[in-house]
């Protein structure tokens, strides 16, 4: 019986594995993909943020801690591959504020995956703008919020949509 419990358990780390490599490498190619697009926006510095369908898919199906840790992760490994310091310091600092966010939003269970994406989005920009004040030493530079604040919810709200689909039309991943 114990030994029965044992493989059962390993079986759903295993599973847990890679359930959690695959969708971070899936982040991580929208990463790339998203960095290869010239911005279509006119607003420097605006992009659509396909990465954010994959943590609001992990937050989600796989919970809090996981959908942080994929998130740091992916954040990593893109900034590496096709970044570099800069852009370690505004993902990291959007990136976690968002997540950060998203999960309190999602526990308070009063807000639907396209609020919780949206606010995602929008604090995503001020974790950035933080940064942006802190490396520029000038608090001038947070004007620009007022112009992020309306592409962070576009966005967010385009990414909710995508995440709320996958989320209602893919299995439980069973990794509890």
């Excluded at 933080?130 to 962070?152: C, D, E, H, M, P």
Aim: a positive charge; hydrophobic letters at 55%.
């Amino acid at each position: 019986m114990k030994k029965r419990k044992n493989e059962v358990r390993r079986g759903k780390n295993i599973r847990k594995i890679a359930v959690y490599g695959v969708m971070t490498a899936i982040a991580l190619v929208l990463s790339y993909i998203e960095s290869q697009v010239p911005a279509f926006f006119p607003i420097p510095g605006m992009k659509l943020g396909l990465t954010n369908i994959i943590v609001v898919l992990a937050l989600y199906k796989t919970g809090s801690k996981s959908a942080m840790a994929m998130n740091v992760l992916r954040i990593v490994m893109a900034s590496l591959l096709f970044g570099g310091p800069s852009a370690l310091m505004y993902s990291l600092a959007g990136g976690m504020v968002s997540t950060l966010v998203m999960i309190l939003l999602k526990r308070s269970g009063a807000f639907r995956v396209v609020t919780v994406s949206i606010a995602g989005g929008v604090a995503h920009n001020v974790g950035q703008i933080i940064v942006a004040v802190l490396i520029t030493n000038t608090a001038s530079v947070a004007w620009y919020l007022a112009v992020l604040w309306f592409t962070g919810m576009a966005s967010g709200a385009v990414i909710g949509i995508l995440g709320g689909e996958l989320i209602r039309r893919l299995p439980d991943f069973d990794t509890e």
